[in-house]
């Protein structure tokens, strides 16, 4: 498969011209020239084949010669909800998420966060989606979604109607957890975990407790670990 570019813009049959960063890493890191031909995407699920036609100092000038409709999308969405770790393991979350499938990533704030991401951050989430997408095939980005109140997500009627919260104090996740096409929305907690009043409050929203097993995951793993089950699942036709 030929090298992949993101495109921010709607994609046209004339001529499209890549800028920034993609340009740096269409000219100088992957030493891409004249005449050659690149896959350009944007998110709208489609793939566009392009030839370079000029490149210039600043920028490159490509021109569409086909566009392919490729879904690498799960069989239903997953809504991922957790709290930003730190450091670098944010990138690890959100790079892992992209590739496994998930649909929405909902950076979490509950009475146990660390950390409340800044709009400087989530933009760095989004850009670090475009990568994962770039390398995975992915033609649909992972949203990366408004930071949001625990207590807010647990009593909001605009999320799937299978809710499952990640918790010690429920029953062993099985597949059962996941039906097959069917939308969920999957709540991971900080790493001191949720308080008895954010329990108590997901149960009485109708929220279930699944348990991931008997040890202590980080967000990040438990995050991944609940995206890799769900994957698995939908491609279980």
Known sequence: MAQRFFYPQPISTEAV??????????????????GERVVLFNGDGREYLAVIRNVTRSYAELVVESVQEVSRELAAP??????????????FLIEKLTELGTARYIPLSTQRSVITPALT??????????????????????????????????????????????DVCGEPLRWEHFPVRQATVVVV?????????????????????????????????????????????QLAL
């Open 17 to 34: 011209r890549l800028e920034g960063e993609e340009f740096h890493h269409l000219t100088h890191v992957c030493r891409y020239r004249v």
């Open 78 to 91: 997953l809504w991922l909800a957790a709290p930003l770790p730190k450091g670098d393991r944010q990138q």
């Open 121 to 166: 951050r989530l933009e760095k989430l989004r850009r670090y989606v475009i990568e994962a997408c770039k390398q995975c095939g992915r033609n649909r980005l992972m949203e990366i979604a408004s930071p949001l109140e625990l207590s807010t997500l647990l009593s909001s009627r605009e999320i799937p109607e299978r809710r499952l919260m990640a």
């Open 189 to 233: 907690g900080p790493e001191g975990g949720f308080t008895e009043q954010e329990i108590t409050q997901a149960r009485q929203a109708g929220w279930q407790l699944v348990a991931l097993g008997a040890r202590i995951l980080r967000v990040e793993t438990a995050a991944v670990f609940v995206a890799s089950c769900f994957s698995w699942r």
